[in-house]
DNA sequence: TACAATGTTTTAAG
DNA sequence: CCTTAAAACATTGT
């Protein structure tokens, strides 16, 4: 489920909590949201207080003074929430941090999410590597543009899923990009006008801003002139005002692509 | 029942 | 080393 504005809530979920004295640690060792890491790694953790907690476009990173930094992503249907401080892990909350107060529970029926630990009070190198944000300063117009020229043969959609260029873009974000842009999905970037690259560089920052401010403070609900709330519904219809046409779905490089065949057409330009 | 779900990683080929 | 494409991963809900 999770992309930047719904990880940035997420973040904030388990914010509520810092400061607090990690008294246990609960969890499921067996579980695939720990491969590559030693479930036991984490034994540090008891006993730690939490002291950050950061969002990078899909990631998470939360600090624990004394300890060290434990990582999560919450994959496709990972989720962080708050609970009481006898909350009984069930089968699908594979991670349970207790303090005396409450339960920072990290959850993941279909475990495509992950969880790490690194030792340490400076925060490991996999988080000071990763890509710019793409509301950050360094993420401007020529290196987007940049991005565009060197995957001339990614259709657009696949290539803002790329997370190693756009992180905290998912596939809803993507949609509405595109679909805001008026640039269908399967268009490749060398067929762009430099206006039109302009524009989608424009848009993406700002889909990352409304999203971030719409969802991330309480998990508001999308407006209804975004297409977020048409994408899946049968019988979807454009939400712009004078197009009402009904919305186009199909398969691309594995994802669900929703588009506008009125608003977003592969030829125009 | 069968398919699809807001994601990444691995593997392979060019 | 770089780009591109497809399959695999695991569970639940329609």
Redesign the pocket.
């Known amino acids: 489920?999770?992309?930047l504005a719904?990880v940035e809530f997420y973040r904030r979920v388990w914010a509520v909590g810092l400061g607090d004295v990690v008294t246990s640690i609960d969890l499921h060792p067996q579980a695939?949201v720990f491969r590559?890491t030693e479930p036991d790694s984490l034994r540090p953790l008891a006993g730690s207080t939490f002291s950050s907690a950061l969002a990078h476009?899909?990631q998470l990173l939360f600090g624990f003074q004394g300890a060290g930094w434990l990582g999560v992503?919450?994959?496709?249907?990972g989720a962080l929430s708050i609970a009481p401080p006898e909350h009984l892990a069930d089968?699908?909350d594979h991670l349970v941090l207790r303090t005396g107060t409450q339960s920072l529970v990290f959850r993941d029926?279909?475990?495509?999410g992950?969880v790490r630990f690194d030792l340490g009070s400076e925060p490991p190198e996999w988080w000071t590597s990763q890509p710019a944000q793409v509301l950050s300063q360094a993420f401007n117009r020529k290196r987007f543009a940049q991005f565009l020229e060197?995957?001339?043969?990614?259709?657009l959609k696949?290539?803002l899923?790329d997370?190693s260029l756009f992180p905290g873009?998912?596939?809803?974000?993507a949609d509405e990009i595109l679909w805001r842009a008026r640039l269908h999905p399967a268009k490749l970037p060398n067929q762009l006008s430099k206006c039109e690259t302009s524009r989608l560089w424009r848009i993406t920052r700002e889909v990352a801003r409304d999203a971030l401010r719409v969802i991330a403070p309480d998990w508001g609900e999308a407006p209804d002139d975004w297409l977020f709330n048409h994408r899946?519904k049968a019988g979807g219809i454009c939400p712009r005002p004078h197009c009402r046409c009904p919305l186009a779905?199909a398969?691309l490089?594995?994802?669900?692509s929703c588009w506008c065949p009125q608003c977003q057409d592969l030829a125009s330009s």
């Open positions: 489920m999770p992309e719904e695939r590559g476009g899909k992503h919450l994959g496709m249907s089968r699908h029926p279909r475990m495509f992950r060197r995957r001339q043969g990614t259709p696949a290539l899923l997370q873009i998912g596939n809803w974000m899946w779905r398969e490089r594995g994802r669900t």
